[in-house]
């Protein structure tokens, strides 16, 4: 079992539509998580960073996670074309993170 | 906050040249830093995982001979690639983190194109 697995996509969401995009981990014993968002040919920008189980919001921005079923996920609310791009996600708490493929994220206009 | 600088952005060099790559955390100190490799339309690939003062850690398959790193202070880490190919054209991005449990913050990336 890989250790961070997502759908890679692309996932298509109609502009003012609510992307969610998921991920499962396999460490039992990570303590937080992060997501990145990563626009085509620029480095990963932090996006989201959530250590306790539940809900947090960040503007348009929920992170979700549920430690017992060792899933976190991220919505998009009221999406819009400039969240166009692949998403990751990243288990922390080890020596190194590791990411997911990312899922491709396309906002239709 | 947590501002990670990286230069260049880009290089475009010929065959058989050595490239630095410095990478610079501006309002924090970095206790570890983490040098990634990407190609065009593929994953993050993490080269090796470095702390002040320490060897770095390469992964499997990451020639240490070839890409040298030195993280001399907790605010400076530096990747020299020593006489680049063609085939060692690709983006280059660090990161650098606080603590285990923080998220790494990037650096713009270097992209490089060796002729």
């Known amino acids: 079992q890989k250790e961070v697995e997502q759908n890679s996509g692309p996932l298509s969401v109609p502009e003012g539509a609510i992307a969610s995009l998921n991920c499962t981990y396999s460490?039992?014993?990570?303590?937080?998580f992060f997501w990145y968002r990563q626009y085509s040919g620029k480095s990963p920008e932090l996006i989201m960073s959530?250590?306790?189980?539940g809900d947090k919001e960040d503007g348009r921005f929920t992170a979700q996670l549920n430690k017992a079923s060792q899933y976190v996920s991220l919505l998009i609310r009221d999406s819009q074309p400039s969240d166009s791009a692949t998403y990751l996600c990243?288990?922390?708490?080890?020596?190194?993170?590791?990411f997911g493929t990312g899922t491709r994220l396309t906002i239709i206009p | 906050g947590a501002v990670v600088s990286q230069h260049p952005s880009r290089v475009i060099c010929k065959s058989g040249t050595s490239v630095k790559i410095e990478c610079r955390s501006l309002?924090?100190?970095?206790?570890?830093m983490f040098w990634y490799r990407q190609f065009p339309k593929q994953s993050l690939m993490l080269m090796a995982t470095?702390?002040?003062?320490?060897?770095?850690?390469?992964e499997q398959g990451v020639e240490k001979d070839k890409f040298l790193i030195n993280h001399a202070s907790l605010t400076l880490s530096t990747l020299t690639v020593t006489s680049a190919h063609p085939e060692d054209s690709s983006f280059y991005i660090c990161?650098?983190?606080?603590?285990?449990?923080?998220?790494?913050?990037f650096g713009d990336g270097t992209r490089l194109s060796i002729l």
């Open positions: 990161s650098a983190r606080i603590a285990g449990n923080q998220p790494q913050h």
């Open positions: 460490d039992r014993g990570s303590q937080s």
């Open positions: 959530i250590y306790s189980n």
């Open positions: 990243a288990p922390g708490g080890n020596e190194k993170l590791t």
């Open positions: 309002d924090f100190q970095a206790t570890t």
């Open positions: 470095s702390n002040e003062g320490s060897k770095a850690t390469y």
